[in-house]
């Protein structure tokens, strides 16, 4: 699994989320596709949180961010009433928006999502720059990536 540590001065966006019964099977083990509605919602709240929601990037601009790809590692899974965070790392801001998202439970790395978004326009929906002052505030957050692969013990 992946450790993902932050430049200093670009902390991630972290969103805590509960695991309630809506997110589980029977068993009470939180479902895979749960976790790409967890990642959807911490990328929404760390946009809202910086001042500039989806929906403003759309009435101002005609413009909006889509899904390329995801990708998910996952390690563990999340249980019934478990207290989870995501944790979302700004990579790239150009046409392209590459993010990694990781949910945790405490110290614990349940998911690792490599996730890639394209800004469109309204029109068409042909790929374009995303829009100021998005742009410069996702940027101002882009952190680095540290890969730490554990020792694999016998």
Do not use: N
């Amino acid at each position: 699994m992946v450790e993902r540590r932050s430049a200093a001065g670009a902390e991630p966006h972290r969103f805590p989320i509960r695991v309630y019964y809506e997110d589980t099977d029977a068993g009470g083990i939180a479902y895979h596709a749960t976790y790409l509605r967890w990642a959807e919602r911490a990328r929404t709240e760390a946009l809202r949180d910086m001042g500039l929601p989806h929906a403003d990037m759309a009435t101002q601009h005609g413009a909006f961010l889509v899904v390329k790809r995801i990708e998910v590692e996952y390690a563990k899974p999340a249980r019934l009433d478990d207290l989870v965070t995501v944790s979302t790392h700004i990579r790239r801001v150009s046409a392209i928006l590459d993010l990694d998202q990781d949910v945790m439970l405490g110290d614990e790395m349940l998911a690792a999502l490599k996730v890639r978004l394209v800004c469109v326009g309204r029109e068409g929906l042909r790929p374009r720059a995303v829009p100021e002052p998005w742009r410069s505030a996702l940027r101002a957050r882009i952190g680095t990536t540290d890969t730490h692969v554990p020792e694999k013990t016998a």
